[in-house]
């Protein structure tokens, strides 16, 4: 079942649009009628999704670790189709390693990324959309189920994600009157280059048993929250977050 949302006239930018749920949010909201800005560091990845998607795609190559890449990544993106007036925070990296053995600059690359970065893009999108005066600006940031799921081996990325969340639900505040919505997504486990090593072996495989419903989720399970929320439906939603897990958490 496919579902739709009328994005036309929407101008997004998603970070982490090279690979997994990135790409996915790139095709979905381009098919809804936006103009998708797609940034991520792999620059021959996004040329190929936006070459796929069309006249309505841009490929931006961004690290969002760098606030200076942040910025040339808007300008960018605005300068192809107008101020950005939807931004979904997604890149991130796994950050994986038990915390007594996990060495400093991977803690602080992870830190960096998953939060810094996440917090950096919600922000360049937010003052652009207040100077522009744009009624209606969304910004989604993707957090995890271990934001709120106690993860062995995954210190580091659960704390950046909790970040997420709680960031997220401040900067809502911080710009309630301006018309913004800010939400967080927090997914449970979907196969993708971020854990499909893990989800090769007999551990990974042991955890799908322990789900309920002892399967890992599609990417398609987020579609309909993530284009409700880039949608003008969202305009009571803000500070909200949708955990959306196929009960992988119950
Ligand atoms: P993925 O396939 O590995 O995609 C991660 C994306 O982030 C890639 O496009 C990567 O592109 C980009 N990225 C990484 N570091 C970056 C940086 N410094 N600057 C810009 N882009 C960067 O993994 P995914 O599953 O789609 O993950 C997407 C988001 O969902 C992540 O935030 C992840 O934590 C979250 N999430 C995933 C799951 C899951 O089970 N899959 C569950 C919960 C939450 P480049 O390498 O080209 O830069």
């Given at each position: 079942m496919s579902i739709s949302a009328d994005l036309s006239g929407r101008n997004a930018l998603i970070t982490g649009a090279s690979s997994g749920l990135g790409m996915r949010f790139g095709r979905i909201l381009a098919a809804s009628g936006a103009n998708v800005a797609l940034g991520a560091?792999?620059?021959?990845?996004?040329?190929?999704?936006?070459?796929?998607?069309?006249?309505?795609?841009?490929?931006?190559?961004?690290?969002?670790?760098?606030?200076?890449?942040?910025?040339?990544?808007?300008?960018?993106?605005?300068?192809?189709?107008?101020?950005?007036?939807?931004?979904?925070?997604?890149?991130?990296?796994?950050?994986?390693?038990?915390?007594?053995?996990?060495?400093?600059?991977?803690?602080e690359r992870t830190l960096s990324i998953n939060l810094k970065g996440a917090i950096l893009t919600a922000r360049e999108g937010a003052k652009r959309m207040i100077d522009a005066g744009v009624p209606n600006g969304r910004i989604v940031m993707i957090a995890s189920i271990t934001a709120f799921e106690p993860s062995p081996g995954l210190v580091a990325y659960s704390a950046s994600k909790a970040g997420v969340v709680q960031a997220a639900r401040s900067m809502a505040k911080e710009w309630a009157r301006t018309g913004i919505c800010v939400n967080t997504v927090s997914p449970g486990y979907i196969r993708t280059d971020i854990n499909n090593d893990w989800f090769e072996t007999d551990a990974g495989k042991r955890q799908v048993k322990r789900f309920p419903k002892q399967r890992l989720m599609g990417e398609e399970g987020l579609d309909p929250v993530i284009l409700m929320l880039c949608s003008d439906a969202a305009q009571f939603i803000t500070g909200a977050d949708f955990v959306l897990d196929d009960g992988q958490a119950l």
């Open positions: 560091r792999r620059k021959d990845r996004l040329e190929a999704l936006a070459s796929e998607i069309g006249d309505t795609a841009t490929p931006i190559t961004m690290d969002v670790a760098r606030e200076a890449d942040i910025v040339a990544g808007f300008d960018a993106a605005e300068a192809a189709f107008g101020t950005v007036d939807t931004v979904i925070a997604n890149a991130g990296i796994d950050g994986q390693g038990m915390a007594t053995e996990q060495a400093e600059d991977e803690i």
